[in-house]
């Protein structure tokens, strides 16, 4: 039965669509129409759209340049993994989880309370969409703490970050990724967050943030959680599955008055 709440449209002879609304909440192919036996070919070319887009955000280089020009004048260091190409790359995850030796040789330890690091990971489409307006509203909820300059990293998988923030003496980490595409989403960014990073560091040791696009999860909803996690990590020492997301509605994030932002837990 058609829910009556629901938008609804004739088919092509003239009888009620019952999938017409439910299409309208979702960007995934249900309730699909046909001509004869077949699909139309309206959506036949619609897949086959969407899988060019998936495989070109897969195998695209990242747009450093476009990053660096929302970036204007802030600076950042670009650094690249032990894969030398994008083949390498695809082929070995290995080698995009660890630094070459030239980009470790040129980062220099500071005292950071963080580093923010994007990477193409596996749509550098989602990372040159995202990462940097992301890196730009986290800036804005923690003014209060040191912030390392934004490292860009080529071909880089999320245990990249473990060894930029150890070399460059980050207390935590958060790596801005492209996430795997779909066949309805093909610039989905993850966001990773470690506490106390090191070369070697279990996948269980992080947090993550993941579908953020303008379809899925909002830069400003995502940066309201991210934000509380960063600071209850720094207050708990720890990232992982030991840290709960228990983050408020972002419209409660946002009236948390600052002097929460220390160490008030018991």
């Given at each position: 039965?058609?829910d009556?709440t629901?938008p609804?449209?004739?088919?092509?002879?003239?009888?009620?669509?019952?999938?017409?609304?439910?299409?309208?909440?979702?960007?995934?192919?249900?309730?699909?129409?046909?001509?004869?036996?077949?699909?139309?070919?309206?959506?036949?070319?619609?897949?086959?759209?969407?899988?060019?887009?998936?495989?070109?955000?897969?195998?695209?280089p990242?747009?450093?340049?476009?990053?660096?020009?929302?970036?204007?004048?802030?600076?950042?260091?670009?650094?690249?993994?032990?894969?030398?190409?994008?083949?390498?790359?695809?082929?070995?995850?290995?080698?995009g989880?660890?630094?070459?030796?030239?980009?470790?040789?040129?980062?220099?330890?500071?005292?950071?309370?963080?580093?923010?690091?994007?990477?193409?990971?596996?749509?550098?489409?989602?990372?040159?969409?995202g990462?940097?307006?992301?890196?730009?509203?986290?800036?804005?909820?923690?003014k209060?703490?040191?912030?390392a300059?934004?490292?860009?990293?080529?071909?880089?998988r999320?245990?990249?970050?473990?060894?930029?923030a150890?070399?460059?003496?980050?207390?935590?980490?958060?790596?801005?990724?492209?996430?795997?595409?779909?066949?309805?989403?093909?610039?989905?960014?993850?966001?990773?967050?470690?506490?106390?990073?090191?070369?070697g560091?279990?996948d269980?040791?992080?947090?993550?943030?993941?579908?953020?696009?303008p379809?899925?999860?909002?830069t400003?909803?995502?940066?309201?959680?991210?934000?509380?996690?960063?600071?209850?990590?720094?207050?708990?020492?720890?990232?992982?599955?030991d840290?709960?997301?228990?983050?408020?509605?972002?419209?409660?994030?946002?009236?948390?008055?600052?002097?929460?932002?220390?160490?008030?837990?018991?």
């Open positions: 039965m058609t009556k629901l609804t449209a004739s088919t092509g002879g003239g009888s009620p669509d019952p999938w017409h609304g439910l299409r309208s909440l979702t960007r995934a192919r249900i309730g699909l129409d046909r001509s004869g036996n077949a699909q139309r070919s309206t959506d036949v070319l619609a897949f086959q759209a969407a899988h060019a887009q998936a495989r070109d955000a897969v195998h695209a990242l747009d450093i340049d476009t990053m660096q020009a929302q970036l204007k004048d802030e600076p950042c260091l670009i650094v690249h993994s032990r894969a030398p190409d994008r083949p390498t790359y695809l082929r070995r995850p290995d080698l989880r660890r630094l070459d030796a030239e980009s470790l040789a040129s980062l220099k330890k500071g005292c950071w309370d963080v580093v923010f690091v994007a990477a193409d990971g596996l749509s550098s489409v989602a990372t040159t969409e990462a940097v307006a992301l890196y730009h509203a986290m800036k804005e909820r923690l209060d703490w040191s912030i300059p934004l490292v860009i990293a080529k071909e880089g999320v245990a990249i970050g473990d060894e930029i150890a070399a460059m003496g980050a207390s935590m980490v958060v790596m801005m990724i492209g996430e795997r595409p779909g066949l309805s989403v093909a610039n989905s960014m993850g966001v990773y967050l470690t506490y106390a990073p090191r070369v560091c279990p269980s040791a992080r947090n993550c943030l993941s579908n953020i696009h379809h899925g999860q909002q400003a909803v995502a940066a309201d959680k991210l934000a509380w996690l960063m600071r209850e990590a720094r207050q708990r020492k720890l990232t992982g599955v840290l709960k997301d228990d983050a408020p509605d972002s419209t409660l994030l946002q009236q948390i008055p600052p002097a929460l932002d220390k160490d008030t837990r018991a």
